[in-house]
Nanobody, 122 residues
Framework: QVQLVESGGGLVQPGGSLRLSCAVSGLTLDYYAIGWFRQAPGKEREGVSC????????YYADSVKGRFTISRDNAKNTVYLQMNSLKPEDTALYYC???????????????WGQGTQVTVSS
């Protein structure tokens, strides 16, 4: 059974940092791309970042480029999202998901975690 568990969310002041973790079980991380997504209240879920399984290529939404960094540790079956210079508009429920490749279509992603809340506020 595929399971993805997010952790690391919390309340942080603007300009602060958080590191999210996505622990994956039930599949071999080497063969899957992992994406981070977020959903703010009243808004649609959006893609934040993705790391591919093939060559480790990374992708970022324009809104987080230069501030967020995605990485993976296949030995630990875990993917991380380092978030720096956080802004109030980054407040959302953050999810990770697995797919065969970094698809730009959210509907393609079939295995989702439960999410971890990130709140950026003073």
């Amino acid at each position: 059974q595929v399971q993805l568990v997010e952790s690391g969310g919390g309340l942080v002041q603007p300009g602060g940092s958080l590191r999210l973790s996505c622990a994956v079980s039930g599949l071999t991380l080497d063969y899957y791309a992992i994406g981070w997504f977020r959903q703010a209240p009243g808004k649609e879920r959006e893609g934040v970042s993705c790391i591919s399984n093939s060559d480790g290529s990374t992708y970022y939404a324009d809104s987080v480029k230069g501030r967020f960094t995605i990485s993976r540790d296949n030995a630990k079956n875990t993917v991380y999202l380092q978030m720096n210079s956080l802004k109030p508009e980054d407040t959302a429920l953050y999810y990770c998901a697995a797919h065969n490749y970094c698809s730009g279509y959210i509907a393609d992603w079939g295995s989702w975690g439960q999410g971890t809340q990130v709140t950026v506020s003073s």
